[in-house]
């Protein structure tokens, strides 16, 4: 083969331990290009073989990816290793670089000079006997950083952002150009020390993966810093913070998809990454915000939300501040609080003219929903689970009420607690678990109701009344047991008064 010098495609080669299919057969191809894959290197004797193979001299080399076999990680002489990596040394010209399997303690000085000026990726993987990551930091035009397997790594220091003989001017950013940093399945990893000066300033996404051992207070000082760091930060539109779904062990992770951030993993780092945006006074542009699972005390920046904000979602943020709203007005348009803000007791729609949108559940101190300026023009669709008090606006037109925390109610509606709404079309009712009787006379207020929804109130068995309104075109019942069986049964209690409906569903099967 090594007399094949006009040769340009060489895909991988496989090293054996015989002179015939060596790596010293790859010294004459000079010529190839494009990405080469050089797997079982365990089979190289000693340096001179690596030397021979003349990776330096192959000029279009744009891929490089050098394999140890897996296997036993335990060798005659981790310096050896080193030193046959050391004589692999790709062209200044490479652009992705791949390393499996490598045996060595430390990897050789070249892996990260700043000669290598277009190097976009690296991949360093299952270089399990591996205590130091090499100085990546001063590479310009790394994008993609992956590092999973080094089983031996403790601690990432000072030493991976530059060279301790560097002279690195602290006026340009380390990392400068890195959008994508992965670590994954680092069994000893425990520190991770990031310096004053700008680092990652391009980060777009962070994964961790499987590195149980890193210290906590190391993890979320990093989202912290990183999140506050971000080039862009200003110019998100979409925040989202929320537990992380990995099925493949715990991971915290940071993405920045145009202008979408999205922080997922531990209740810790998702608490750094929005404390790091709650610190933020110049966040003009966020207009989503969807927060989960941050118990620690928070508060919005000045005490007042974005102006910029049209939707807020927060679920199980038990201690974060809603602010004090009196002296604004918000373009909110979309509101939803489940299980949070127990600092909150009553909330006024006065300051959100444009609110179509508004969902509550389950907050235990929220006493009261109010309006006390002009009817509220803009809500559309209401539900409270919990049913707090306060007037509804005339235009809506979607309506849900769930039971939950109301185990004194046996009897829904209860006369006046539904006044007249000509625009009401879709009411839900759901979660009475002691609701045993439905008011038909009450819901007959509702002119304009199309369709009403009941579900999982086991005990609802009767209708009190003359019918359900006329207008009714559709009457929904899930998980009732005894309301749905009268149903099915054309109970002579109940079947008049719904008889005039024109689609009955019992679980989701239609009664005829």
Not at 40 to 61: C, G, P, T
């Amino acid at each position: 083969m090594s007399k094949l010098n006009q040769l340009h495609v060489l895909s991988f080669f496989v090293v054996g331990k015989h002179e015939d299919n060596g790596i010293q057969e790859l010294g004459g191809l000079v010529n190839l290009h494009g990405s080469l894959e050089i797997k079982k290197l365990e089979n190289i004797d000693d340096v001179k073989e690596a030397k021979s193979a003349k990776i330096m001299d192959k000029k279009h080399i744009d891929e490089l990816c050098l394999e140890w076999s897996s296997g036993d990680d335990l060798v005659s002489s981790t310096q050896k290793e080193k030193d046959i990596l050391d004589n692999l040394q790709p062209t200044n010209g490479l652009k992705e670089l791949k390393i499996r399997g490598y045996k060595g303690t430390i990897f050789p000085d070249w892996l990260g000079k700043c000669s290598y000026q277009n190097m976009t990726s690296v991949s360093l993987v299952s270089c399990k006997n591996c205590c130091m990551l090499p100085s990546l930091g001063q590479l310009p035009s790394l994008k993609s950083l992956y590092i999973k397997g080094l089983d031996q790594l403790r601690s990432i220091g000072e030493e991976f952002y530059k060279n301790e003989g560097d002279h690195h001017s602290s006026h340009i950013a380390l990392f400068p150009s890195l959008e994508t940093l992965v670590f994954d399945s680092m069994p000893c990893w425990e520190e991770w020390h990031v310096p004053e000066s700008e680092t990652f300033p391009q980060l777009r996404n962070l994964e961790i993966t499987n590195c149980l051992m890193l210290k906590e207070e190391m993890r979320n000082q990093v989202f912290f810093r990183i999140v506050s760091s971000l080039s862009d930060v200003s110019k998100v539109r979409e925040l989202h913070i929320r537990e992380h779904g990995n099925l493949f062990g715990p991971a915290d992770t940071m993405n920045l998809d145009g202008d979408s951030l999205t922080i997922r993993g531990r209740e810790s780092v998702r608490e750094s990454a929005l404390k790091a945006m709650m610190s933020m006074n110049h966040l003009s542009c966020l207009q989503k915000m969807d927060i989960s699972g941050c118990s620690s005390h928070v508060s919005f920046p000045g005490n007042c939300f974005p102006k910029s904000l049209q939707k807020l979602k927060l679920c199980k943020c038990s201690k974060l501040e809603f602010p004090q709203l009196q002296q604004h007005k918000y373009d909110l348009v979309e509101l939803q609080i489940e299980e949070s803000c127990d600092s909150l007791t009553s909330l006024s729609l006065d300051v959100f003219p444009n609110l179509k949108n508004l969902q509550i559940y389950k907050c235990r101190n929220l006493e009261s929903v109010s309006m006390s300026e002009a009817p509220h023009a803009a809500l559309q669709r209401l539900i409270i689970w919990g049913l707090a008090e306060g007037g509804l606006p005339p235009n809506l037109k979607s309506l849900g009420v769930g039971g939950y925390d109301c185990d004194n109610i046996k009897s829904y509606p209860e006369v006046g607690s539904l006044p007249h709404h000509s625009s009401l079309t879709t009411l839900t009712i759901w979660c009475f678990d002691n609701l045993e009787t439905l008011e038909c006379n009450e819901l007959l207020r509702l002119t304009f109701l199309q369709q009403l929804h009941i579900s999982f109130c086991h005990k609802l068995e009767n209708m009190e009344g003359e019918k359900l309104p006329p207008s009714l075109l559709l009457l929904k019942i899930e998980g009732c047991c005894l309301l749905g069986e009268h149903c099915k049964n054309k109970h002579k209690l109940i079947w008049p008064k719904i008889s005039h409906i024109r689609t009955i569903q019992v679980d989701s099967k239609q009664i005829v």
